[in-house]
Nanobody, 115 residues
Framework: QVQLEESGGGLAQAGGSLRLSCSASTSIFRINIMAWYRQAPGKQREWVARISASGTTGYLDSVKDRFTISRVNAENTVYLQMSSLKPEDTAVYYC?????????WGQGTQVTVSS
């Protein structure tokens, strides 16, 4: 069972940047695809970005060219660099596998972007 812990959220102004981290309790080397998801108030959780073990990435259209996902398997960590933040990026951000596994959801990290 992998435990995932997100951190790095906070309050940012529109146009600002934040870097989220996701630490895994065990090696993620064997997990092919890791991903970030988010859930805004009153909305369903949505996928944001994913990265394969080989480094192939994919992004939600609305974050493409603004967010960058990366992973360091040796550190059991996945990152999400968020730039040019918009108020609509406000949400709780989670990491998980892709597709997500129910038992892997952590507490998430809150990102709030003010206009």
């Amino acid at each position: 069972q992998v435990q995932l812990e997100e951190s790095g959220g906070g309050l940012a102004q529109a146009g600002g940047s934040l870097r989220l981290s996701c630490s895994a309790s065990t090696s993620i080397f064997r997990i092919n695809i890791m991903a970030w998801y988010r859930q805004a108030p009153g909305k369903q959780r949505e996928w944001v970005a994913r990265i394969s073990a080989s480094g192939t990435t994919g992004y939600l259209d609305s974050v493409k060219d603004r967010f960058t996902i990366s992973r360091v398997n040796a550190e059991n960590t996945v990152y999400l660099q968020m730039s040019s933040l918009k108020p609509e990026d406000t949400a709780v951000y989670y990491c998980n596998t892709y597709p997500p596994r129910t038992g892997y959801w952590g507490q998430g990290t809150q990102v709030t972007v003010s206009s």
